[in-house]
């Protein structure tokens, strides 16, 4: 263990929020993941600057996470501070129409105070499972609703310690990015503008949606959501299908029978079974139809 490292996170935060070689299997919704040598969760925007602070003081590596539900971390695990801005950054506030939250808030958590007040327009990213600061990096959507729709600002930390307010119009808002991304800005908590609508079409449309995930997704299987990007004029779980490669495993992995674009982590698999995975499909597919698939899951550590 790096001591001097140690007691410098000390002064900013308590002894419970610093973990030491912390298994990331525990933190990741695919459920695999080696230990991160130092695993922390600030519990304000001031110990989060003054962890990055102190993390590039002395070029140490770190990684920022929600609730890992876009990532796969390696099986040796990561040299570095996974920083967690979930369950200690999670406050959400209503006031009117408008929704405040922290980075930290889970996107089914904000929908459901949203149906509790009778504000309409966020149905869409209640089953999405992540946190709304992941949301605002990725331009997180499903079924035809997007972030971008709903977002009235975001209020970002820079690498530099900066913090200050985006408006919408400013985020450069696409299919899975942001300004957010490309500058890599911290979420630190964001203003949703809803629309008033009646509760009860509200949690009718919800149940919908709700129902077309049970029945088309592979949730009774860890993983992290959509595996690949959407190419322009296609869809990646069709393409995967058309290849052949539907039930198709690398070790513990295997391509979802139940809807080809989710990898699972079928039987216990390793960091190393899905990412093979992952690469054997691409190379498949592209050799059945010249399509290049983009991962939309993130890797962290070495591979």
Known sequence: ???????????????????????????????????????????????????IARCRAVQMPYYII??????????DGYKGVV?????????IRVTGNRIEAQAGALLSGIAARALENGLAGFEFAAGIPGTLG??????????????????KQVTVLSQEGRIFTIPVQKLE????????????????????ELRNGDAQEIKTLMDELKE????????????????FKRPE???????????GLKGFRVGGAQVSEKHCGFVINRDHATA????????????????????????????????
């Open 1 to 51: 263990m790096n001591q001097k490292f140690y007691d410098e996170l000390r002064k900013i935060l308590p002894e419970e929020s610093i973990k030491l070689n912390e298994p990331m299997e525990a933190h990741t919704t695919f459920r695999v993941g080696g230990p991160a040598d130092f695993f922390v969760t600030p519990g304000t925007k001031d110990e989060l600057a003054g962890i």
């Open 66 to 75: 929600g609730n890992g539900s876009n990532l796969l971390v390696s099986d």
């Open 83 to 91: 920083i967690q801005v979930y369950k200690s950054m999670n406050q």
């Open 134 to 151: 992941g949301a605002c990096v990725m331009n997180a959507g499903a079924y035809g609703g997007e972030m971008k729709n709903v977002l």
């Open 173 to 192: 808002l696409g299919y899975r990015t942001s300004i957010i991304a490309k500058n890599g800005y911290i979420v630190l908590e964001a203003v949703i």
């Open 212 to 227: 077309k995930r049970v029945s088309k997704q592979p949730l009774e299987f860890p993983s992290a959501g959509s595996t």
């Open 233 to 243: 004029g296609y869809f990646a779980g069709k393409l995967i299908q058309d290849a």
């Open 272 to 303: 190393a079974d899905i990412s093979e995975l992952m690469r054997q499909v691409s190379e498949k597919v592209y050799a059945d139809s010249k399509v290049i698939l983009e991962p939309e899951v993130k890797r962290l550590g070495e591979f």
